[in-house]
């Protein structure tokens, strides 16, 4: 089976101002790397908006009308100290929310094996009602969410491997007993959370974080020790990645030294437990990367895993 691409122009419309990391360009560099011919079995789809009533499953209605009739028409309004918002942030930010849930929908369907979601601005820093982070709205969570209220699944799992922790994410599912959240980020590094005794109400959440400098062989031996463990006794029905590509030795916002195998390797090792549990179903969702050159490699690292393991079934 194929792996589907999910991207829309919109997503480049969503501009900050000029010097901010998290900026169009990077998914310039995603389709420059994935425009190799090795990456032409892909199936590519647009991006739909997503539903307003998928906002609703992890934000309150009121600050979804609050966010909106924020939008400015021209120039620019900053959220948070990292966080703006222009003309076209509204319809990139619902293309980003849609195109998790599209790949949900069209995993689950069995239309594909597996999707990846090239889309901006990320998600996983946003919570119930505050933007933050360059992230407006939960788009894993949500798509998560969807997976249980709309697909009737029971035991969904969120890997998120950015380089940041997922405090969105975290936040968002705290009381949720079905979702198993495992998130592997360096620390201390902002947003500050994500300590390994912040367990969720049911003990759902793993945080894994890791030292500065540690390098990819230390995130390995962590997720084999503690994090595959886990999620294979959970057995989820899918697995759901937060792909963060900011713990690369050449991004500029961390200090974690991961190389462009280390993503391969994580990928791999993520597929085998999609495959043992689920049939091979995962949906992966961009988050970070700030160096162009290493986001390109990294992603299509990523990609490539995932082609490969929906040819192997």
């Given at each position: 089976?194929?792996?589907l691409l999910l991207t829309h122009p919109d997503c480049l419309g969503h501009v900050p101002p000029q010097g901010h990391p998290e900026h169009p360009a990077r998914l310039e560099a995603i389709a420059r790397a994935l425009a190799a011919?090795?990456?032409?079995p892909l199936q590519r789809e647009d991006a739909p908006p997503c539903d307003e009533a998928d906002l609703l499953r992890c934000h309150p209605a009121a600050h979804v009308g609050r966010l909106r009739a924020l939008m400015p028409a021209e120039g620019m309004v900053q959220?948070?100290?990292?966080?703006?918002?222009?003309?076209?942030?509204?319809?990139?930010?619902?293309?980003?929310?849609?195109?998790?849930?599209?790949?949900v929908d069209a995993v689950l369907a069995g239309e594909v094996r597996n999707a990846f979601a090239a889309v901006r601005p990320p998600g996983h820093h946003a919570e119930a009602e505050t933007p933050m982070g360059f992230c407006l709205f939960g788009a894993v969570a949500i798509a998560a969410k969807r997976a249980l209220d709309v697909h009737g699944l029971s035991r969904v799992a969120i890997v998120d491997f950015d380089v940041h922790h997922g405090n969105g994410t975290q936040a968002l599912l705290w009381d949720e007993p079905r979702i198993r959240f495992v998130s592997s980020h360096q620390m201390p590094l902002w947003p500050g959370?994500?300590?390994?005794?912040?367990?969720?109400a049911h003990g759902q959440?793993?945080?894994?974080?890791?030292?500065?400098?540690?390098g990819g062989a230390e995130m390995r031996a962590a997720f084999a020790v503690r994090a595959l463990p886990i999620l294979d006794a959970f057995t989820p029905q899918l697995l759901i990645l937060s792909a963060g590509f900011d713990a690369h030795a050449a991004d500029p916002l961390a200090q974690l030294d991961w190389q462009t195998e280390d993503f391969a390797l994580l990928t791999r090792d993520l597929c085998a437990l999609a495959r043992r549990h689920c049939g091979g179903r995962v949906v992966s969702v961009l988050e970070g990367g700030y160096d162009l050159a290493a986001l390109g490699d990294s992603v299509a690292a990523h990609v490539r895993e995932l082609m490969r393991a929906g040819h192997e079934g």
């Open positions: 089976m194929t792996t011919p090795e990456f032409a959220l948070d100290p990292d966080t703006h918002a222009g003309p076209g942030t509204w319809a990139a930010a619902l293309r980003a929310v849609g195109a998790a849930c599209r790949a959370s994500g300590h390994p005794d912040e367990r969720g959440i793993l945080n894994l974080p890791l030292r500065p400098g540690s």
